[in-house]
């Protein structure tokens, strides 16, 4: 699943650490999640949404229509 | 979410993730031990070091999402080379079975003693080490797969 998180972060100024930090998760699982090897579970992906103040659906893109927005 | 003073750092979830490499190394240092012979000291650290990344791995509650899911999956596939064992011991043992049913309708006496008592299962280490090292293989394929 493509998302924003990279691009988020960055914007932040914050290394993957310090998104780790704020999310009570590891660098190795922000990573995983910024390179879409593995998709957060619910509740961390609403922590995600929390976190940026940004609805879910504009951080993560599911791509069931080919990556276009219906 | 309410603060909680307890909760694990980002390093302190980071350090499992090493605690596995560690587990992994140790198990292949184990394995190799199947064929040379190993210092009984160099042994004890190994086992141990297996010991605590599979405890950390599988009973660890501090674990973030990621690492469960790793874990997860790791699991299933060393369940499912238990399986494979159990078959290869199963297609064993039918030839024994086999071998009884093939001298009893030949009207001979059965000379082979087929029972399996505790010791045949329950006495092979090599069973032990090829699970933890399929779990360990099975982790570290999954977290750095593209």
Known sequence: MKNQLKVLRAMRNWSQADLGEHLDVSRQ??????????????PLAFKISRLFDLPIEQIFDDEFDGGKHV | MAYDPTAPTESERSVAYYIVGVGAAANAVLLSAQL?????????????????????????????DYFRHISF??????????AIWFC???????????????????????????TVGPKDWFASETLAVTVAMAFHIRFFFERYRR
């Open chain 1, 29 to 42: 699982a922000v990573n995983a999640i910024e390179t879409g090897k593995y998709d957060p579970s619910l």
């Open chain 2, 36 to 64: 040379v012979p190993l210092p009984s000291w160099i042994a004890f650290g190994c086992i141990l070091a297996v010991a605590a990344s599979l405890l950390v791995a599988i009973l660890s509650s501090r674990n973030d």
């Open chain 2, 73 to 82: 999956v790791a699991s299933r596939f060393a369940m499912g080379v238990i």
């Open chain 2, 88 to 114: 290869l011991e199963a297609i064993i043992h039918a030839g024994n079975g086999a071998e009884l049913f093939g001298v009893l309708t030949a009207g001979g006496q059965s000379g082979g003693n087929s």
